[in-house]
T-cell receptor
Framework: KNQVEQSPQSLIILEGKNCTLQ??????????LRWYKQDTGRGPVSLTI?????NTKSNGRYTATLDADTKQSSLHITASQLSDSASYIC??????????????FGTGTRLKVLA | NAGVTQTPKFQVLKTGQSMTLQCAQD?????MYWYRQDPGMGLRLIYY???????DKGEVPNGYNVSRLNKREFSLRLESAAPSQTSVYFC????????????FGPGTRLTVT
């Protein structure tokens, strides 16, 4: 069964600290993996996207890594800011036999950054 | 350039009532999607439209219907609302070409009593 699991479910850190969020997937055939940031009451916004051949991708203070062999990804946030408080969602896409893309969403990690 | 817009933002329905959620995008995308988001669960696909004139069922289509009115607009209809349809609904649009990016609307919070 295609699944995307994220850990931890929630995380509280102090402003300025770093943190790492985890994503494990059992999805096949894998097309690409992306991380979204979802602020409370808003829709998800894309942070990074990686294909199976990419190991790392950065977007400012956000760095995503991908190990396609172990089917694991992580999102590292450096020097956290209050505005980083949000849910972070890992999404894996697969290319279906009907020629369309299917997206498998994780349940997200809720991050709270305290002053 | 508004991106993806959804109306209404909030709605309360009684069991058995019907309503239509509206979605529009101004990015000239071919693909549009309707998802629902429930606590403790990932976003689940209700219906999608790969192009104008086509619609297909997603993971949880029961109790919903959709209309791809034109390239810009994709509506979701609840014919007879049930409490199990209480959720936050997101519309998204996207491109077929790599990286197959999806852009989400702000969501509609629906409560069915």
């Amino acid at each position: 069964k295609n699944q995307v699991e994220q850990s931890p479910q929630s995380l509280i850190i102090l402003e300025g600290k770093n943190c790492t969020l985890q994503c494990n997937y059992t999805v096949s055939p894998f097309s690409n993996l992306r991380w979204y940031k979802q602020d409370t009451g808003r829709g998800p916004v894309s942070l990074t996207i990686m294909t199976f051949s990419e190991n790392t991708k950065s977007n400012g203070r956000y760095t995503a890594t991908l190990d396609a062999d172990t089917k694991q990804s992580s999102l590292h946030i450096t020097a956290s800011q209050l505005s980083d408080s949000a849910s972070y969602i890992c999404v894996v896409s697969i290319f279906t036999t009907s020629g369309t893309y299917k997206y498998i969403f994780g349940t997200g990690t809720r991050l709270k950054v305290l002053a | 350039n508004a991106g993806v817009t959804q109306t209404p933002k909030f709605q309360v329905l009684k069991t058995g009532q019907s309503m239509t959620l509206q979605c529009a995008q101004d990015m000239n995308h071919n693909s549009m999607y309707w998802y629902r988001q429930d606590p403790g669960m990932g976003l689940r696909l209700i219906y999608y439209s790969a192009s104008e004139g086509t619609t297909d069922k997603g993971e949880v289509p029961n109790g919903y219907n959709v209309s791809r009115l034109n390239k810009r607009e994709f509506s979701l209809r609840l014919e007879s609302a049930a409490p199990s349809q209480t959720s936050v609904y997101f519309c998204a649009s996207g491109v077929r070409e790599f990286p197959h990016e999806q852009y989400f609307g702000p969501g509609t919070r629906l409560t069915v009593t």
